[in-house]
T-cell receptor, first 109, second 113 residues
Framework: RKEVEQDPGPFNVPEGATVAFNCTYS??????FFWYRQDCRKEPKLLMS???SGNEDGRFTAQLNRASQYISLLIRDSKLSDSATYLC??????????FGKGTRLSVIA | EPEVTQTPSHQVTQMGQEVILRCVPI?????FYWYRQILGQKVEFLVS????????KSEIFDDQFSVERPDGSNFTLKIRSTKLEDSAMYFC???????????FGQGTRLTVV
């Protein structure tokens, strides 16, 4: 099943730039939303959980638009270390997390 | 900070051999998962486990695969007769029943030769 759709990228941005990713989800029953980041050959790591309209953590802001069924992730003041693949997940009900291919970000010096 | 641990970090096995991948989930978590990621592809769900039984599995998780929680801390994935196409990174994850986030171990890289 394809629960989410993301632009695979890559997004190549200079250090200090602001970058935004969108993710659309297909199942209106989804109540929990997550952004994970995955570095090359590493495990997915939870970046942010989104349970209501949005969440902010430092340079990262996630927003949820239930009417249009999309979640966005905004990264301000990009660092080289932000280079990774960003995965959104929108599990309906109690189903396990299902990942798409994610969006690749490269922050360039 | 509690974490999911997996052993070994890398395993090389001959085609047709059985392998057991081991995981120690976060101690107060009750849901356990196995995922795999073939090089260059997305992370794929294999199986979820709750209350000592499989709660959901994907079409990848065929009769060659099995999972077990042999004691109060370990969670294992067994592949009975490995194939070349089983070569992948295998991730274990766990989650708290009160939350939906899953936390992943660092993975076991399985190479079948």
């Amino acid at each position: 099943r394809k629960e989410v759709e993301q632009d695979p990228g890559p997004f190549n941005v200079p250090e200090g730039a602001t970058v935004a990713f969108n993710c659309t989800y297909s199942n209106s029953a989804s109540q929990s939303f997550f952004w994970y980041r995955q570095d090359c050959r590493k495990e997915p790591k939870l970046l942010m959980s989104v349970y209501s309209s949005g969440n902010e953590d430092g340079r990262f802001t996630a927003q949820l638009n239930r009417a249009s069924q999309y979640i966005s992730l905004l990264i301000r003041d990009s660092k080289l270390s932000d280079s990774a693949t960003y995965l959104c997940v929108a599990p309906p009900g109690n189903t396990p997390l299902v990942f798409g291919k994610g969006t690749r970000l490269s922050v360039i010096a | 900070e509690p974490e999911v641990t997996q052993t070994p970090s890398h395993q090389v096995t001959q085609m047709g051999q059985e392998v057991i991948l081991r995981c120690v989930p976060i101690s107060n978590h009750l849901y356990f998962y196995w995922y795999r990621q073939i090089l260059g592809q997305k992370v794929e769900f294999l199986v979820s486990f709750y209350n000592n039984e499989i709660s959901e599995k994907s079409e990848i998780f065929d009769d060659q695969f099995s999972v077990e929680r042999p004691d109060g801390s370990n969670f294992t994935l067994k592949i009975r007769s490995t194939k070349l196409e089983d070569s992948a990174m295998y991730f274990c994850a766990s989650s708290d029943p009160g939350a939906r986030e899953a936390f992943f171990g660092q993975g076991t890289r399985l190479t079948v030769v």
